[in-house]
């Protein structure tokens, strides 16, 4: 009953100790005695996540989080910039993302950008190669979608509409990968990551073939 009766946790991550030493330094009426008892804090709480503390700006994160534990009571000099009251509930700016219809799915948005550069690119041999890869990359996002196969007719011809004409290929001259290497490779890669996903120490409730004896 008189858990229920506690004020709720501005930051539960922290936990109610941490909450109780943030209220005890907003009480302490010396200013230079607050502040050391504030940094005092500072490390207790990066200690209660040693793994970020390579993270950047996590110690300006701390500081912030210790601002809005003490819903802006606290008064010391901060080392940085902290939050302000008034920003803490506004919401972020919107992130500008293109609307545009994508033609085709399975391709995605990205590669129609590339093919949009491989159409400016000049006439030459590295164009050349960079049209080869985009075509082989289509090809592979096509047999993620069907597993059968795909004519390079088919490739060719995406690729032409998707550069609206600027991308007219010589099939005869350009080869891509065969059907059955990308599903191959596709199914190798797929084998080493459960492969490597997988836990292969020893089981230490097992016994050896050694203890067995």
Same mark, same amino acid.
């Given at each position: ?8 946790l501005v930051l539960p991550e ?6 109780? =030493? ?17 940094? #005092?804090?500072?490390n207790i709480m990066g200690n ?31 080392p940085y910039e902290v939050f ?68 390079? #007719? ?22 891509? =990968? ?29 016994? #050896? ?5």
């Amino acid at each position: 009953m008189e858990y229920s009766k506690r004020d709720d946790l501005v930051l539960p991550e922290y936990g109610r100790n941490i909450q109780q =030493m943030v209220a005890h330094a907003c009480a302490i009426e010396d200013k230079e005695e607050r502040t050391r008892c504030a940094k #005092t804090i500072i490390n207790i709480m990066g200690n209660l996540f040693p793994y970020l503390r390579d993270v950047n700006d996590f110690k300006h994160k701390l500081w912030d989080h210790l601002a809005v534990m003490s819903d802006f009571k606290l008064d010391i000099d901060y080392p940085y910039e902290v939050f302000k009251k008034e920003n803490l509930y506004t919401k972020p700016d919107r992130i500008p993302y293109k609307n545009s219809r994508i033609r085709y799915m399975h391709y995605g948005r990205t590669l129609e950008q590339m093919i949009d550069k491989a159409s400016s690119y000049p006439e030459g041999e590295e164009k050349d190669q960079l049209i080869l890869l985009i075509a082989n990359h289509m090809k592979k996002c096509f047999l993620t979608w069907n597993k059968e196969t795909v004519d390079d #007719t088919k490739i060719f011809k995406d690729l032409n509409e998707l550069s609206k004409g600027k991308l007219n290929l010589n099939q005869d001259i350009m080869k891509l =990968m065969e059907s059955r290497d990308i599903l191959n490779r596709n199914k190798k890669n797929n084998t080493n990551k459960k492969i490597g996903g997988k836990d292969n120490r020893p089981n230490p409730t097992q016994r #050896t073939d050694r203890q067995q004896k």
